[in-house]
């Protein structure tokens, strides 16, 4: 039997104004779809993932953190990186637009921006929408890190 879907509520569209202006709000880090707020009533059936944009200034960094029990994966849009992670953050890779990365649960990581005039744009997608994201500040950076 072949039931009649209705597949127009079936996709989301989320324009690049709401997104820049989200960033901007948030710190440089806007929820493109969070499926457990007001996503949830799309009828999409999507429940636990977190898809964001997150923006990175100039020769910063985001601190040591890990995000618990999530999987997180990062795909940079625009500008030049290096994550870092570890216990010290003892390893390291640079990455560049069209490169993604995966972290598994618990790791503890952070990025830092290479780019000395614009920001690192990255889209996140986090295994869970909780915002769970927990500073390791605790943590002594070492000074060469294993390059990858």
């Known amino acids: 039997m072949n039931e009649a879907k209705d597949w127009r ?4 569209v989320r324009r ?12 440089g880090r806007a929820t493109v779809f969070d499926f457990a707020g007001p996503d949830a009533r799309t009828g999409t059936g999507g429940t636990r993932t977190w898809i964001g944009s997150v923006s990175v200034s100039p020769q910063s960094n985001t601190g040591p953190h ?3 029990r999530h999987e997180v994966t990062i795909y940079v ?9 570890g216990e010290r953050l003892e ?20 990025e830092r921006s290479l780019e000395s005039d614009a920001p690192v744009e990255y ?5 869970d929408n909780e915002k769970i ?3 390791r500040d605790d943590i002594t950076p070492v000074e060469r890190p294993d390059l990858m």
Do not use: C, K, M, N
Not at 9 to 12: E, K, L, P, Q, R
Not at 16 to 27: C, D, K, N, W, Y
Not at 96 to 101: E, K, Q, T
């Open 9 to 12: 509520s079936g996709v989301i």
């Open 16 to 27: 690049a104004a709401a997104v820049t202006a989200g960033r901007a709000a948030g710190g």
């Open 66 to 68: 890990h995000h618990g």
């Open 77 to 85: 849009v625009a500008g030049r990186s290096e994550i870092r992670w």
């Open 91 to 110: 390893y390291a890779a640079e990455i560049g637009p069209g490169d993604a990365v995966y972290f598994a649960p618990f790791v503890p990581h952070q």
């Open 123 to 127: 889209l996140v997608v986090r295994s």
């Open 133 to 135: 994201a927990i500073r």
